[in-house]
């Protein structure tokens, strides 16, 4: 007996979540005045562009072994890595990169716009 895939939210709705969640912590963050709420909302830019970051070092650590076993093997290492890739290895890491690279730059664009607060 197979078990059913493990179905993924919409792109736009994970984006909203994550975008909630930033608003959300800067107000709480700036309850005694909004003045400090672009500042916030940089904060919370900062922190989701280092969160965008940490799949990219995981799949280059990734190549990197695999590229090592590879030659162990005797086989070239760039077809081993575009067949991982074909499987689908790196997807999961590619969206949390651009979900995580987009809210954070929506944050920036809220940090500019709430500056004059």
């Known amino acids: 007996m197979q078990t059913p895939p493990a179905k993924t939210r919409p792109f736009l709705l994970d984006l909203l979540i994550i975008l909630a969640a930033a608003s959300v912590s800067g107000l709480l ?5 909004l003045t ?6 940089f904060l919370a ?3 989701l562009w280092i969160v965008a ?3 990219i070092f995981g799949e280059v650590g990734g190549n990197t072994k695999t590229s090592f076993q590879a030659r162990k093997e005797g086989k070239k290492a760039r077809d081993v890595i575009l067949q991982q890739e074909a499987q689908g290895k790196y997807s ?3 969206r949390i990169t651009f979900l995580y ?3 954070g730059f929506i944050c920036l664009i809220l940090a500019f716009v709430t500056t004059s607060l």
């Not at 400090?36 to 909302?41: K, M, T």
């Open 29 to 33: 963050i700036s309850l005694t005045g």
């Open 36 to 41: 400090s709420l672009s500042n916030c909302y």
């Open 45 to 47: 830019t900062v922190m």
């Open 53 to 55: 970051a940490v799949p």
């Open 92 to 94: 999961r890491g590619a």
């Open 101 to 103: 690279g987009a809210g």
